[in-house]
């Protein structure tokens, strides 16, 4: 039987239609693709960020080729909140909230907008003063304990050189070389406490007179005592030139999501081969510890009460 009957034509199929329905599509995918774009630029701006760790300052607990995460709510919003640092710097700040001592922090230094990460050592309205490198806050010097040395694995991104670390590389019997690196055990008033590398001596960084932390503000260490340009550093250009405005301060650092050793290239399939053994998911917060005997409070002229251990 025919499906059509005499002098019956086929309908044309709507050309013109289709066209429409094709180029609607495309328009669709656009802003989609937009939409998405804003949604990730909107959840890096106000909830998380991953970052990437391009230096040495936070050895021993952070090292170059970490890949970690920074939640940006923590201590509110400000103009450095917003990703790519868009917003013209001013100091206001939307939900503020201060740091805890201890806490690991992103920050943008007076004269750039690239984000370094230091932690927090002191708070508004501490006095804070550094005697051959120890920290000296309000007048009693912060407790320090001698850790056993880490062995750190010596690769591109850890190449443990002479001019930094020196007599520090050693080669293991089993044929490895390793950065052996000496640790402190540093814990802070609330009883954040945290391995720090401090290997050298008379080091320009290592002596600085009190000073009292303006509110609003925070100082600013990092973790390997002897290259880190801090809140330690006035010079203008080199590094954080003193407290810290909280309104530079982007958000708290949580936890590494892997590590990279620098062997990895542009080909996703030398990725795997370059991850570092056990540093996926390790937690960036201090270990927080009961508060030791109270220790002697330190004259101007050194430091005094509790001895390294």
């Known amino acids: 039987m025919p499906l059509f009957g005499k002098g019956e034509a086929v309908r044309k199929s709507p050309q013109t239609l289709t066209k429409q329905k094709e180029g609607h599509s495309w328009l669709q995918e656009i802003v989609g693709l937009l939409l998405m774009l804003l949604a990730v630029i909107a959840f890096h701006s106000l909830v998380a960020k991953p970052f990437y760790i391009p230096s040495i300052s936070m050895m021993p607990n952070l ?62 309205g501490d006095r804070i003063a550094v005697h051959k490198g120890r920290i000296i806050l309000n007048g009693v ?25 020196p007599y520090l590389r050693k080669r293991l019997p089993s044929g490895s070389e390793v950065c052996e690196l000496p640790l402190r055990r540093e814990t802070l008033p609330n009883g954040a406490s945290y391995v720090i590398i401090d290997h050298m001596e008379n080091q320009p960084l290592d002596d600085m007179a009190e000073i009292v932390i303006p509110d609003g503000h925070v100082f600013l260490m990092g973790d390997n005592r002897d290259h880190s340009a801090d809140s330690r550093e006035m010079n203008p250009g080199k590094g954080l030139n003193g407290p810290v405005p909280l309104a530079n301060i982007g958000g708290r650092a949580e936890f590494i999501t892997f ?34 005997p109270a220790i002697a409070s330190t004259p101007a002229n050194g430091v005094t009460g509790e001895h390294d251990s």
Do not use: M
């Open 141 to 165: 010097a912060v407790p320090q304990e001698v850790e056993p040395p880490v062995d750190l694995p010596v690769d591109l991104n850890a190449p443990c050189e002479p001019y930094t670390f």
């Open 63 to 124: 090292l170059v080729g970490d890949r970690l995460i920074v939640s940006k709510y923590p201590y509110g919003y400000s103009w450095v909140s917003a990703s790519f640092h868009v917003l013209p710097r001013d100091d206001w700040r939307v939900f503020p909230g201060t740091p805890e001592y201890g806490d690991i922090v992103i920050v943008v230094p007076p004269y750039a907008t690239d984000d370094w990460i230091k932690r927090v050592v002191a708070l508004p």
């Open 259 to 292: 590590s990279l050793d620098g062997t990895e290239s542009w080909n996703p399939l030398t990725w795997w081969g370059a991850l570092r053994e056990g540093r996926a998911w390790r937690s960036l917060r201090p270990e927080i510890r009961e508060r030791g």
